[in-house]
């Protein structure tokens, strides 16, 4: 498949019911989608030009995800360029350095994976974690990535870290720090985290004498130091963000509103309300960033609507 030439020509995964759509977008608006034949698919990152990186089962494995799809994806449709299994329980996924990095749960051994290169002789290189008997029931939950610097987000065992990458010379991240989370209760759970320019926002729920809790904690990029956490009751909300702001879809879900709360980076108070409101959603709705950063509202599906929101 040939790359389009456009440069108006923004791209997104969706999914619709048990199917995952490409979504081609230009001037703002969707252009159409296509039927990619992956199923339902797991996270996805994409690199430059056409070619995503996508985390999905294989038979035999329903429950977690155990293979990379690299797609090549044109205003004709997709292919698939490389299927690669993982050597872990995979979790997420990022491009860093122009190369990709799987993390996850593994019972020993590492648990975030480089690979390269991104062809069937690719190799499955071991990124160094830090040493101790604290880190021996630890996994890596979610990755997000700024310039040379790559931080893999901990889900196992209190107390939990961050550990902080760098781009080397030779390819591989180098390991910079280890860093501490803030605990917002009890039996935390990372679900997942997204980076936008000045901080980073991690979604995690916690369970205690209140009920459950949902919690967006921001991060600043300078120095990983937690600035605030938005709380929240009810359903898991979906989230984004896109540059500083963050894209929050949350409530019951009869009547789900999807939020855009501005300049999360700024230290001042913010609040969920009818202000912040930017649109409405039903249950099955979910969030998307596009490859050019675009937030995208699928809801409804497979029939429903799929809007680019900003």
Same mark, same amino acid.
């Given at each position: 498949?040939?790359?389009?030439?456009?440069?108006?020509?923004?791209?997104?995964?969706?999914?619709?019911?048990?199917?995952?759509?490409?979504?081609? $977008?230009?001037?703002?608006?969707?252009? +159409?989608?296509?039927?990619?034949?992956?199923?339902?698919?797991?996270?996805?990152?994409?690199?430059?030009?056409?070619?995503?990186?996508?985390?999905?089962?294989?038979?035999?494995?329903?429950?977690?995800?155990?293979?990379?799809?690299?797609?090549?994806?044109?205003?004709?449709?997709?292919? $698939?360029?490389?299927?690669?299994?993982?050597?872990? !329980?995979? #979790?997420?996924? !990022?491009?860093?350095?122009?190369?990709?990095?799987?993390?996850? $749960?593994?019972?020993?051994?590492?648990?975030?994976?480089?690979?390269?290169?991104?062809?069937?002789?690719?190799?499955?290189?071991?990124?160094?974690?830090?040493?101790?008997?604290?880190?021996?029931?630890?996994?890596?939950?979610?990755?997000?990535?700024?310039?040379?610097?790559?931080?893999?987000?901990?889900?196992?065992? $209190?107390?939990?870290?961050?550990?902080?990458?760098?781009?080397?010379?030779?390819?591989?991240?180098?390991?910079?720090?280890?860093?501490?989370?803030?605990?917002?209760?009890?039996?935390?759970?990372?679900?997942?985290?997204?980076?936008?320019?000045?901080?980073?926002?991690?979604?995690?729920?916690?369970?205690?004498?209140?009920?459950?809790?949902?919690?967006?904690?921001?991060?600043?990029?300078?120095?990983? +130091?937690?600035?605030?956490?938005?709380?929240?009751?009810?359903?898991?909300?979906?989230?984004?963000?896109?540059?500083?702001?963050?894209?929050?879809?949350?409530?019951?879900?009869? #009547?789900?509103?999807?939020?855009?709360?501005?300049?999360?980076?700024?230290?001042?108070?913010?609040?969920?309300?009818?202000?912040? #409101?930017?649109?409405?959603?039903?249950?099955? !709705?979910?969030?998307?960033?596009? +490859?050019?950063?675009?937030?995208?509202?699928?809801?409804?599906?497979?029939?429903?609507?799929?809007?680019?929101?900003?």
């Amino acid at each position: 498949m040939g790359e389009s030439n456009d440069a108006a020509l923004d791209m997104a995964l969706v999914p619709s019911g048990n199917e995952t759509h490409l979504v081609l $977008i230009r001037d703002g608006g969707i252009e +159409r989608r296509l039927k990619t034949g992956l199923g339902c698919c797991g996270p996805h990152a994409w690199s430059h030009g056409g070619l995503v990186a996508v985390l999905t089962r294989r038979r035999g494995h329903q429950l977690l995800w155990w293979r990379v799809l690299l797609l090549q994806c044109d205003e004709l449709g997709s292919a $698939i360029v490389a299927r690669l299994d993982t050597p872990i !329980a995979a #979790a997420d996924l !990022a491009w860093f350095d122009d190369r990709l990095v799987v993390c996850g $749960i593994s019972p020993t051994g590492p648990r975030a994976w480089l690979i390269a290169p991104l062809d069937s002789s690719a190799r499955w290189l071991p990124l160094p974690m830090p040493q101790g008997e604290r880190w021996e029931r630890k996994g890596f939950d979610a990755l997000v990535t700024q310039g040379r610097q790559l931080i893999a987000i901990d889900n196992f065992v $209190i107390p939990k870290w961050m550990v902080r990458y760098e781009a080397s010379a030779n390819g591989i991240p180098t390991l910079a720090a280890v860093l501490p989370m803030a605990e917002n209760g009890t039996y935390e759970t990372v679900h997942c985290a997204s980076d936008g320019d000045s901080v980073f926002a991690v979604l995690s729920t916690t369970v205690g004498r209140s009920g459950v809790r949902h919690h967006c904690t921001f991060y600043a990029w300078e120095d990983a +130091r937690p600035l605030r956490t938005l709380t929240l009751a009810g359903e898991r909300p979906r989230f984004a963000m896109q540059g500083d702001d963050l894209w929050l879809l949350h409530g019951p879900s009869g #009547a789900r509103s999807v939020h855009r709360l501005r300049d999360v980076s700024e230290p001042r108070a913010f609040e969920l309300d009818a202000g912040s #409101a930017v649109a409405m959603a039903d249950a099955s !709705a979910t969030l998307v960033r596009s +490859r050019d950063g675009r937030i995208i509202l699928a809801s409804g599906l497979p029939e429903g609507r799929v809007d680019v929101l900003s």
